[in-house]
C-alpha cells in the first residue's frame, strides 16, 4: 500500500458532502459509530428527507432531535436509549426484525442503500481497512451501498474474519486518531450474582455459549471459570468473556463451526476489550446472518443461549423488546439463538430476568403480559427461565404446570397474586401454597 494514502483525506464536513438529498443512509453503530461523520452530516443545513438505518448508535444521536425533523427521519432496527424517546414521540420509526434478517434487507434490494457511513481501522500493506468491533449488518452495507463514505480512525481496531473493506472501494474518507464509543461494565448485584449460579450451573463443559451484555451475562461468565473446553459462537460479547479465554476455560476446540475461533459479530465494552480484538486471529467477526443462523449454530453441540427479558406471561411468552407499547430496545438475536439452541444438541437455550423490576414494586413474572407488550419469545419457544429464586424448564409443559414454575421462580411477596390470577383466568385449581 502506498505510505501517502492519506492524501486522499478530506475533513469530515467534505466527505458527507457525498450524501444526496432523499437518500437512504446506513450508520454504523455501537463502538464503530463514526462520530464525526455523524456530526458533519447533521450539521449541513441544505440536506432534507434523509432517512437513516442503524442499530444501537454509541454516542448521541443528534438526527434525532426535534429541530431535524425536516431533515434526517430515523429507523431503528435496534433502539438504544438515545432513540426511546424519539420513537414514542413519533419523531422516529422502529422496525421489529431478526438480527439475522438484517443485512438481507439491504443485500437484497428491499432497503436499497444509497450510503453507507463507517468507520475503517486503517489500511494494511495491501490497501485493506476492516469494520473494526462491529461486522454486524456493516457488512451488508459496505458491499451494497452506491456510496460509501468512512472515518478512519488511528484507534479503531483491526478486527479478522469478514472484516476487510478495500479502501479502494471507499468513496471518501476522513483521518481520525480519537477513542472509539466505550460502554462501562455493568454493576452486579446480589440479585445477578445469585442469577449467575443458577444459570452456571446448568452449563456443563464443552458447552458453546451465546450471552448478551449485561449484568446477567457478566455474573454467568464470572461464574464458569471451573469449566472446560468452553466455546462461543455469539452475536456480541463483552469484556467479562476475556478472563474466560484469557485462562484456557474458552478453548472453542469442541465447537463444529468455526472450531478453534470465538465467533462474533461485534463487540462492546471498554479499550480493554478493544485492544484484545486488536489483530488477535483468534476472534473471528462475521455478518450476523452468519452468526445468528439458526442452522449454523444448532451445528455446533451444548449450545447455551443466556438472553434477558423485559417481562414474561405465566404461560411462557417473553417481552424482550419494549414495556408495554413503548419500545425499549429490539428484536435482535434472542429468537436466532434460542432456537437454535433447542435445536443443538444437548442445547439448553435460557431466559434470565431479576424477578421485579429495580424498584422492587412490579413482578417481571406477570399472568398476562402488559397491553401492547411484543412477544419476542413464543411460549412454543422458551425452555429455561430464570430469577433469582431459582430455574425452571417449561419445555413440553402444560399451562397450568408453567404457571406453577413460574411462580415458584417469582418474588415470594407476588406469589399469592400470581395464583389467583391464574385461576381466575384458567378456571385452575393451583392447590394451596
Not at 109 to 122: E, F, H, I, N
Not at 292 to 300: F, H, P, Q, W, Y
Not at 390 to 400: A, E, P
Not at 421 to 426: D, F, K, S, W, Y
Request: aromatic content about 4%.
Amino acid at each position: 500500500m502506498n505510505a501517502n494514502w492519506k492524501n486522499r483525506s478530506m475533513s469530515a464536513q467534505d466527505v458527507v458532502k457525498n450524501i444526496p438529498d432523499h437518500s437512504r443512509v446506513f450508520l454504523h453503530g455501537a463502538s464503530a459509530t463514526p462520530t464525526p461523520l455523524l456530526e458533519a452530516m447533521v450539521a449541513r443545513e441544505d440536506l432534507t428527507d434523509v432517512r437513516i438505518y442503524h442499530m444501537h448508535v454509541g454516542g448521541p444521536a443528534p438526527f434525532a432531535e426535534p429541530r431535524h425533523t425536516d431533515k434526517f427521519h430515523s429507523v431503528s432496527l435496534f433502539t438504544g436509549h438515545n432513540l426511546r424517546t424519539p420513537i414514542e414521540e413519533g419523531r422516529a420509526d422502529f422496525m421489529p426484525i431478526f438480527l439475522s434478517d438484517i443485512p438481507g434487507l439491504f443485500s437484497s434490494g428491499a432497503v436499497p442503500l444509497d450510503v453507507a457511513l463507517l468507520q475503517l481501522s486503517p489500511p494494511d500493506s495491501h490497501g485493506n481497512c476492516t469494520l473494526g468491533p462491529s461486522v454486524d449488518a456493516a457488512r451488508a452495507a459496505a458491499d451494497n451501498a452506491r456510496i460509501v463514505l468512512a472515518e478512519i480512525n488511528e484507534q479503531c481496531p483491526r478486527t479478522h474474519g469478514a472484516t476487510v473493506v478495500p479502501l479502494s472501494s471507499v468513496n471518501a474518507f476522513t483521518v481520525t486518531n480519537r477513542p472509539l464509543h466505550e460502554a462501562a461494565p455493568p454493576k452486579i448485584g446480589p440479585v445477578e450474582a445469585t442469577i449467575g449460579d443458577h444459570v452456571a450451573a446448568i452449563v456443563e463443559d464443552g458447552s458453546c455459549l451465546q450471552m448478551g451484555i449485561g449484568a446477567i451475562p457478566d455474573a454467568v461468565l464470572m461464574r464458569l471459570h471451573a469449566k472446560n473446553d468452553l466455546g462461543v459462537h455469539t452475536e456480541m460479547f463483552s469484556d467479562g468473556l476475556i478472563p474466560l479465554i484469557q485462562k484456557g476455560v474458552v478453548t472453542n476446540r469442541r465447537k463444529n463451526v468455526h472450531p478453534g475461533r470465538t465467533s462474533t459479530s461485534f463487540v462492546t465494552g471498554t479499550r480493554k476489550l478493544l485492544d484484545f480484538v486488536d489483530d488477535n486471529l483468534m476472534v473471528e467477526f462475521h455478518s450476523c446472518d452468519r452468526t445468528n443462523d439458526t442452522a449454523l449454530i444448532r451445528k455446533n453441540d451444548k449450545v447455551v443461549a443466556i438472553n434477558s427479558a423485559l417481562e414474561i406471561d405465566l404461560s411462557g411468552q417473553v417481552c424482550a423488546d419494549s414495556i408495554g407499547t413503548r419500545i425499549y430496545s429490539g428484536i435482535g438475536g434472542q429468537m436466532d439463538f434460542i432456537r437454535a439452541a433447542a435445536l443443538s444438541r444437548g442445547g439448553k437455550p435460557v431466559i434470565a430476568l431479576p424477578s421485579t423490576t429495580s424498584n422492587g414494586k412490579t413482578s417481571r413474572i406477570a399472568c398476562t403480559l402488559k397491553p401492547g407488550a411484543g412477544v419476542v419469545t413464543t411460549r412454543g419457544h422458551v425452555h429455561y427461565v430464570a430469577t433469582e429464586y431459582g430455574i425452571v424448564n417449561l419445555h413440553g409443559k402444560t399451562l397450568r404446570e408453567r404457571a406453577d414454575l413460574l411462580i415458584s421462580i417469582a418474588h415470594p411477596d407476588f406469589r399469592g397474586e400470581l395464583r389467583r390470577q391464574v385461576a381466575e383466568l384458567r378456571h385452575f385449581d393451583m392447590g394451596p401454597h
